[in-house]
């Protein structure tokens, strides 16, 4: 039977990561910060300077209820309900991608077209494909006043998620959710079209780390049989809603660099740098298409 937790600051977090240790968690004394401070509502400055400030027992109990899901494997992001990305604070729900560090890398490379498109157009249109979370459409938003998103996801509880956050963020006027497989319900044309596809081969699902693969929505992982298929599907497709010198941005697995640049060579683009992620790995590609 796992010990009663105590009712104050300072012993409450010791015990909290003591018991992430013995779980095996990979960073314990990050994620017993996280938690006990999400449900405490009190900072790393309050339990240094206060450790024997009392805590209610109602939100002990929570706490002990977070951290046996954390000991389970749940990750801490999923049970707070909330992950940053790009300084943004993001509500995740079942049906999202939990956004990560290495794909603000998409929304660093595209900034600066964001932003010329913005200045001479007057407006940047976006186009997010499996928009999740709405993070990257979101990212962008914030940094660029001037544009304005639509979001496109297959799930509605994504789409959900999504346009909550772009309510809380103070985004909601210039983000549009749009319920559509890839684009079968989009219309218009778009400056940007980004994307941070499912790009696992459906054989390596099994494979992945269990916080992913336990978590994180299929849908938003299986990219087919050789994890290809979603940049097939944009590579088509795009052109009907590209403006002309658009771009096109996708997030690629580490090892998928060639095929994918393959895959849009074929289809009538030219590849831009790729940009790379925070362990040094391709992780964003950007395309250009062919002028006739």
């Not at 801490?76 to 991608?97: D, K, M």
């Not at 998620?161 to 985004?171: D, E, H, I």
């Amino acid at each position: 039977m796992v010990d009663q937790l105590p009712d104050t600051l300072g012993p409450l977090l010791r015990e909290a990561r003591e018991r992430l240790v013995v779980a095996g968690v990979v960073d314990p004394v990050l994620d017993a910060r996280l938690i006990v401070e999400h449900f405490s509502g009190t900072t790393r400055t309050q339990a240094i300077a206060d450790p024997e400030r009392k805590v209610d027992a109602g939100v002990v109990a929570e706490i002990d209820t977070a951290l046996r899901r954390r000991a389970g494997g749940e990750p801490v992001h999923r049970i707070l309900g909330y992950r940053e990305f790009y300084g943004l604070r993001l509500s995740l729900s079942p049906e999202t991608l939990e956004p990560r560090p290495d794909t603000e890398t998409l929304v660093e490379a595209m900034l600066p077209f964001v932003r010329a498109v913005a200045v001479r157009e007057g407006e940047c249109r976006i186009l997010d494909l499996g928009t999740g979370t709405g993070a990257i459409a979101l990212a962008l938003l914030s940094a660029v006043p001037a544009a304005i998103a639509t979001g496109v996801d297959l799930s509605a509880g994504a789409l959900a998620t999504a346009t909550r956050n772009a309510g809380q963020l103070g985004l909601a006027g210039r983000f549009t959710a749009l319920q559509s497989d890839w684009f079968e319900k989009v219309s218009g044309r778009y400056h940007v079209i980004a994307a941070n596809p499912p790009y696992i081969p459906s054989e390596d699902i099994g494979n992945l780390q269990d916080e992913v693969r336990n978590f994180d929505p299929r849908l938003a992982l299986d990219g087919g049989a050789d994890g290809l298929n979603p940049y097939r599907i944009i590579a088509a497709e795009a052109a009907r809603f590209l403006e002309t010198e658009g771009r096109i941005a996708v997030e690629i697995g580490h090892t998928q660099h060639d095929e994918v640049c393959e895959i849009f060579a074929a289809a009538g683009y030219v590849a831009g740098s790729a940009f790379r992620d925070l362990g040094g790995n391709d992780r964003v590609i950007v395309f250009e298409r062919i002028k006739p």
